[in-house]
């Protein structure tokens, strides 16, 4: 199992920016997959997570209104789209998939085993 985000960058307050995860090594279609953040000296945290059928997105609270997670499994990619961007959203992103997440900790860290590197994103103000 494999996961490579990309697309991170230096970005505007207000600004838009859509990271990448390419997925290999495991079929895509199975699995929930997420996106989460680690800002320095803080814990990493859930950001959007959706499962592997139809059903609503899972948004952390800061990011509703805001971000968009979507997956195109033919691509193997899962995408997040980041608009209205603050700079509190200054963070490493990373992406996760787990076959096994239930539905009450769908954006919980502990839910995932597999991750990828991350990517930095920096919104300045």
């Known amino acids: 199992v494999q996961l490579q985000a990309s697309g991170g960058g230096l970005v505007q307050a207000g600004g838009s920016l859509r990271i990448s995860c390419l997925t290999s090594g495991f079929t895509l279609d199975y699995y929930t997959v997420g996106w989460f953040r680690q800002a320095p000296g803080k814990e990493r945290e859930g950001v959007s997570c959706?499962?592997?059928?139809?059903?609503?997105?899972y948004y952390a609270d800061s990011v509703k209104g805001r971000f968009t997670i979507t997956r195109d499994n033919g691509k193997n990619t899962v995408y997040l789209q980041m608009d209205s961007l603050k700079p509190e959203d200054t963070a490493v992103y990373y992406c996760?998939?787990?076959?096994?997440?239930?539905?009450?900790?769908?954006?919980?860290?502990?839910?995932?085993?597999?991750w990828g590197q991350g990517t930095q994103v920096t919104v300045s103000s």
């Open positions: 996760a998939a787990d076959q096994n997440v239930i539905l009450s900790n769908i954006c919980s860290t502990r839910a995932y085993d597999d």
């Open positions: 959706i499962g592997s059928s139809t059903g609503s997105p």
